[in-house]
């Protein structure tokens, strides 16, 4: 099964007439996205269970890997500017400063290694793609345990931030390699 139609280029293009416009449409869109995903949260401390990382991920297999970094950094902006739009509606310096801010650090990361894999081809078959999004969640939980040990300890850190969620990862991997089947056949049919 093909995830993308065709190799080297992510599932939305935007090239012609407003190319520039479109693009700047998607990066707010993908924020807007991102938002959303963050809004599904299951409750945990000190680091909650959201579909961020899902938003994250299908983002680069969308948009490739200069827009998706650009949207994840325009989300990111947006919280520091005082939006709500992180887990739990959080915003501002805080959660950056705070135990989670290592994840949110890595999502631009891992939503740009997303993106130029699926440029170069790699996520065009089912396994590929699923191998790509569990490298990109690794990035960010590198990121997130990195910075988290610095308030708890590894040890802590890893029953905490890894371990709970690796199920999640697992599923939410599935779901964006699903979610972008869904939408290279929702191209496919609209050409």
């Known amino acids: 099964m093909t995830l993308l139609a065709h190799a080297a280029t992510p599932v939305l ?3 012609g007439n407003h190319a520039v416009a479109r693009k700047a449409v998607a990066i707010l869109a993908g924020s ?7 809004w599904i949260s299951v409750p945990m401390i000190p680091v909650p269970m959201t579909m961020q990382t899902y938003g994250v991920l299908l983002l680069g297999v969308l948009l490739g890997w200069r827009l998706a970094g650009a949207s994840v950094l325009f989300y990111l902006g947006e919280a ?3 939006l709500p739009v992180l887990a739990g509606g959080a915003f501002g310096l805080k959660p950056f400063l705070g135990p989670t801010a290592g994840y949110l650090a890595a999502f631009p990361l891992a939503a740009m290694l997303v993106g130029w894999c699926v440029e170069r081809g790699w996520a065009r ?3 590929g793609a699923f191998g790509v999004m569990l490298a990109a969640h690794a990035v960010i939980f590198a990121g997130g345990l990195a910075w988290l040990a610095t308030f708890t ?3 802590k850190a890893i029953a905490v931030g890894l371990m709970p969620f690796l199920v999640g990862t697992v599923i939410k991997s599935a779901l964006v390699v699903a979610t972008g089947i869904a939408f290279t056949r929702a191209k496919g049919r609209h050409r």
């Open 125 to 127: 078959h089912v396994a």
């Open 153 to 155: 300890g590894m040890e």
């Open 80 to 82: 520091l500017a005082g």
């Open 13 to 15: 293009r935007f090239e």
């Open 32 to 38: 807007f996205l991102l938002a959303l995903c963050s």
